[in-house]
């Protein structure tokens, strides 16, 4: 909490900093400050957040619990990376007549960048997934030499299984047991 405080004080102080030196400035235009702050604005919350929440949703949807931090920080990373190097890709402020102002491959360069965030991301992912293994493999004895146990071999989840109810009331309900 006291970190919070701290970082909402130095923040509050950056910016108090900020509007006191564009006060100060007899050069400042403020209705061009006003539309740049309104632009930042809704490229923020229109385009950058909806994006976000679509990603994040198709991370939801098809990437393993286990996995979700280490692919979203790839993924956060990669949207950086991509938003820093995107100007540079289609050479913005490249003038037709000096091919040295941005001589690089920078498109490909980024690709290069984009697949190494890509391998770390599953390079990250490793030793989750081991060690899931490990934990499900030592649940019915698999992988440790030794058969399957009582309840797996009589067919019995070791967890949970579906059991139909007693009564015939409900003939399309089931319900959890657990073991």
Do not use: K
């Amino acid at each position: 909490m006291r970190t919070r405080v701290a970082l909402v004080a130095a923040g509050t102080l950056l910016i108090g900093y900020a509007v006191a030196g564009a006060l100060t400035d007899p050069e400042l235009d403020p209705a061009g400050v006003l539309v740049f702050l309104a632009g930042v604005l809704v490229g923020h919350d229109l385009v950058w957040m909806a994006g976000v929440l679509a990603v994040g949703a198709l991370l939801a949807r098809f990437v393993p619990r286990r996995h979700r931090p280490v692919v979203r920080a790839g993924a956060i990373g990669a949207a950086a990376l991509t938003v820093v190097a995107l100007p540079l890709v289609l050479g913005f402020g490249r003038p037709p007549d000096d091919p040295s102002v941005l001589p690089l491959p920078y498109g490909r360069n980024l690709a290069v960048v984009l697949l190494l965030v890509a391998a770390a991301t599953a390079v990250g992912c490793l030793p989750v997934e081991l060690r899931h293994r490990r934990r499900t493999a030592g649940r019915d004895g698999a992988g440790r030499g030794r058969g399957p146990t009582t309840r797996a071999r009589q067919g019995v989840s070791i967890h949970r299984d579906r059991v139909p109810p007693d009564d015939d009331t409900t003939p399309h309900q089931t319900m959890l047991v657990d073991y």
